[in-house]
């Protein structure tokens, strides 16, 4: 395989941290991004190198500032080289009704779940076309989709992320670059954990029943998506059998969207 290197926003935890181990797992070299420690990141760092005997990077970019995503894809090239495969991933959520919103978390929301996308193709993609080849991968939701009420700037974000995809995938059409999306339902991950808490402290009941009545309600399967079924779908879209696959929207909802 001739492409090996992948930059993740948002990699730190979560999602992103499982799409790191399953593209280290098949020999990527990997750039992580996110918002942690020093021991946390030489620790993330030090197990893909030692498990997977890959080569690592980190950039602690801050997904809110243009300025930092630029950096942050200079500094990866220079430490891993041209990226091959770059994963939109990085995201945050507040849920609140639309007039009680804090304007600050809508910005925020806006700026890292949609915006961010923007600036980290931006920065990547003359390279990608001077190489002539690339793979570009969102993380969107669901809520790409579909809406929920009180998450008025995450759905919007996603299903901006949607559309900027399929826009992406039609200026790239006639190069070897691609530009998809995944739309998972709901996965086990801090970002998650965090709802769950806020959920049954609101409703002075316990996390069990938040996870069954509340998350998972909307979910037919019932069983949140592991992470690691995420990475093999990404890890396929990746792979020269998917060259034909472009702005396409993925779901991996448990059948959220069938509905
Ligand atoms: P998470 O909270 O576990 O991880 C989020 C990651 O984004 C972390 O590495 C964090 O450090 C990073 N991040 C947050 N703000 C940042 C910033 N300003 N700059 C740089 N990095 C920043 O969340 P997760 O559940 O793994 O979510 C990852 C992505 O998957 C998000 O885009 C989310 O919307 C999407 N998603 C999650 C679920 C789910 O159920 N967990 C479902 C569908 C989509």
């Not at 492409?3 to 990699?11: A, E, K, P, V, Y």
């Not at 005997?53 to 630029?70: C, L, Q």
């Not at 029943?209 to 079924?229: N, Y």
Request: aromatic share 6%; hydrophobic share 45%.
């Amino acid at each position: 395989m001739s492409m090996r290197h992948i930059l993740i926003t948002g990699s730190t935890s979560g999602i992103g941290w499982g799409l790191a181990r399953g593209f280290a797992k098949q020999g990527y070299s990997v750039t992580l991004n996110g918002i942690a420690d020093a021991p946390t990141v030489e620790k993330l760092q030090s197990e893909l190198r030692s498990e997977f005997k890959v080569k690592t990077s980190y950039s602690s970019a801050d997904m809110r500032r243009p300025s930092e995503i630029r950096d942050m894809v200079v500094k990866a090239e220079a430490e891993l080289g041209p990226i091959d495969v770059l994963i939109n991933n990085a995201g945050i959520q507040h849920v609140a009704p639309v007039d009680e919103f804090p304007e600050e978390k809508w910005d925020a929301i806006l700026a890292i779940n949609l915006s961010s996308c923007f600036h980290t193709i931006h920065a990547v993609l003359p390279s990608m076309k001077r190489r002539g080849t690339g793979r570009i991968i969102n993380i969107a939701s669901v809520h790409g989709l579909v809406a929920s009420p009180f998450k008025s700037a995450y759905v919007a974000a996603k299903h901006g992320v949607l559309g900027l995809t399929k826009s992406v995938a039609l200026e790239l059409a006639e190069t070897a670059i691609t530009c998809n999306a995944i739309c998972p339902g709901y996965v086990r991950t801090p970002l998650v954990e965090g709802q769950i808490d806020q959920q049954a402290a609101a409703h002075g009941t316990t996390r069990d029943k938040v996870i069954r009545d509340v998350i998972l309600a909307a979910q037919p399967k019932k069983e949140f998506i592991e992470v690691e079924h995420l990475a093999e779908l990404a890890l396929f879209l990746a792979s020269p059998s998917a060259k034909a696959m472009t702005g396409s929207i993925l779901t991996m909802d448990g059948g959220w969207t069938a509905r």
